[in-house]
């Protein structure tokens, strides 16, 4: 029990408050004395608006800064761990290459073929240099934050993206040629895929669309095309030398945890500000998000303990990014059980892959793009026909099915469809890049610099200096 | 004057200064190396490829000591080292021509 010198003073103040807010009301508000005015009503709607704006705008900017994130320096640290010592920067160099490359190209270029209105599969040049995108929302995509906020967070997937597929062709490509490629790979390949799927009049598109997909945060546009692009660069560019009869394990799985981690939280930005908004939906998104993560850390875990007898750091980091990868498109459209069994199937399922799959095919998908981001997204894309519900997001109306859950099986069709327009448009863009980059720059380092790394052969540097 | 070098398992490196210390022995050289005799290595794991890792992490002690030494030195080093099991390590005793004090240019067994 507090002392009676404490006691005193606090009861007094209970008291006193109630006397302090009614001298608040009736000093500095007075209350109406007439009837209220159409005028007042209007600026009270347009202050809750602002309000609404402001707490969603807020929200975005987070997402989309978390996003960023996700690639620098999470996706650098994950893949730049996974490398041998002598590649660690020419890792790292890929993703930090896409993170300004990407935001230039999309400036000029990108969002508009992404997002400005044109056919089904391709926007326009109506917002060239970012013409008429300001500070005010554009309402065919976020009505409630500024169009900036919003070119800007969808910037973030444009950048991780590409960055994904450098997985594939980690410790062999010259950067010269991959930045050429990547570069091309966003316009020719991203910005199409994500005007079917979001775009207005998009192909794919849930709200209009003639083959309406299911996409929350992109399961086909991120994941399976930078995942199918990655088996397609890697089977055309050939194994690294030595492999697979030499070993070449991570330098550093303590650098790849970290990246890992960054990327679970990071994700929360990646799905949850999906939503486009501080809403309810993002809740749903943002429990789905780490609903699945944890199961696929486990089921990932359970399928290495059985096979190899020891459950190791790199399954457990890798199965908790299967799950993600696998939850994007779901994350806001279904319950939180089934993100927990989406989950758990891609743990399994990605695992599989990798441990499998990839022995039998013999490609050197180095980091396992393929495995887990190709894989685990096209699994997401037709998990997400089976669990979307209306009860979550009823993108098709108040009283219609949105899933199969809901007794639309068709959505499962179309989630196909989506994936598989997906595999074609990163398979064919790929090759006729790979093509052409080949032709102008050359794309693999000569076995030389293989031999000597990326670090000293691109960048003349050295990643650790640990005598200097 | 001798040269002893000592392979050590790295667990070993401070029992074995210390034991060296306490015979009178000052002077020595550090280093890290890997290696393997007998010994077999180990296995990891990654993403289900399973290898063997044979290269070893081991230490080396490399001594410059007078001849009267030696017996005290190897059974210092011995005592401290011996755990019984393979991978314990070796010793080579090798024969010094020359030793040079840079500090002042002293040479032979007082430069030691």
């Known amino acids: ?468 | 004057m001798l040269k002893i070098e000592a392979i050590l398992q790295p667990s070993k490196l401070d029992a074995v200064k210390d034991a060296l210390l306490e015979a009178g022995i000052e002077g020595m050289t550090i280093l890290e190396a890997r290696g393997h005799g007998r010994q077999k290595g180990h296995t990891e794991f990654y993403r289900g490829r399973e290898y063997t890792v044979d290269l070893l992490p081991k230490v080396k002690i490399e001594l410059v000591i007078l001849d009267e030494l030696k017996d005290k030195a190897i059974e210092a080093i011995e005592g401290a080292a011996r755990t019984g099991r393979i991978g314990d390590g070796k010793i080579f005793v090798s024969r010094i021509d020359e030793a040079i004090r840079i500090r002042n240019d002293e040479r032979g067994e007082t430069a030691l």
Not at chain 1, 138 to 162: K, S
Not at chain 1, 228 to 248: D, E, F, H, W
Not at chain 1, 284 to 290: C, I, K, Q, W
Not at chain 1, 338 to 361: D, E, Q, T, Y
Request: glycine share 12%; with cysteine; charged share 10%.
């Open chain 1, 1 to 468: 029990m507090p002392s009676r010198a404490v006691r005193l003073p606090f009861l007094f103040t209970l008291l006193a408050c109630p006397a302090i807010a009614l001298a608040q009301t009736t000093a500095a508000n007075p209350a109406p004395q007439g009837p209220v005015t159409q005028a007042q009503i209007a600026a009270l709607q347009q202050a809750v608006q602002n309000a609404q704006s402001a707490g969603d705008n807020a929200w975005m900017l987070v997402s989309a800064a978390l996003v960023l994130l996700m690639t620098g320096p999470g996706l650098a640290l994950f893949y730049g761990g996974l490398v041998r010592k002598k590649n660690i920067l020419g890792t790292m160099m890929q993703s930090f290459a896409m993170m300004g490359l990407v935001t230039v190209i999309w400036a000029v270029a990108g969002y508009s073929l992404a997002f400005g209105h044109g056919n089904a599969f391709i926007g326009g040049f109506e917002h060239l240099f970012l013409r008429g995108v300001g500070l005010t929302p554009n309402t065919d995509y976020a009505p409630t934050i500024p169009e900036q906020t919003y070119m800007v967070y969808q910037l973030m997937f444009a950048i991780i993206t590409p960055a994904l597929i450098t997985g594939a062709f980690a410790e062999r490509m010259k950067f010269s040629a991959m930045a050429l490629f990547l570069s091309l790979w966003s316009l020719l390949v991203y910005c199409p895929m994500a005007h079917m799927v979001w775009g207005v009049g998009g192909l794919l598109n849930a709200a209009g669309g003639h083959i309406p997909s299911l996409d929350f945060a992109g399961g086909t546009v991120v994941h399976v095309t930078s995942g199918v692009s990655a088996l397609v660069t890697c089977i055309y560019l050939g194994k690294r030398i030595g492999y697979p009869q030499t070993n070449m394990p991570p330098h550093s799985m303590v650098l790849s945890f970290i990246g890992a981690c960054l990327l679970w939280v990071g994700w929360f930005g990646f799905n949850a500000g999906s939503a486009l908004a501080a809403s309810p939906l993002a809740t749903s998104a943002f429990v789905n998000t780490h609903f699945a993560a944890a199961s696929a850390a486990i089921g990932w875990t359970i399928f290495e303990w059985l096979h190899n007898g020891k459950p190791t750091a790199l399954g457990a980091i890798s199965g908790a990014v299967a799950g993600l990868v696998a939850i994007t498109p779901a994350s806001g459209f279904v319950q939180p059980f089934p993100a927990l069994l989406i989950g758990l199937i891609a743990g399994f399922f990605c695992s599989f892959m990798v441990f499998k799959v990839k022995s039998l095919f013999r490609y050197d998908d180095s980091l396992d793009a393929f495995g887990v981001h190709g894989a685990g997204g096209t699994l997401g894309a037709l998990l997400t026909g089976l669990f979307a519900t209306r009860s979550i997001n009823a993108i098709y109306g108040k009283d219609v099915a949105t899933g199969a859950i809901d007794g639309h099986w068709g959505q499962v069709l179309n989630q196909l469809a989506g994936a598989a327009i997906a595999w074609s448009i990163a398979i064919v863009g790929t090759l006729v890049l790979l093509f052409v980059v080949d032709r102008v720059v050359g794309l693999r380092v000569s076995p030389e610099n293989e031999a000597a790394g990326l670090d000293l052969s691109q960048h003349g540097e050295e990643g650790y200096d640990l005598n200097s």
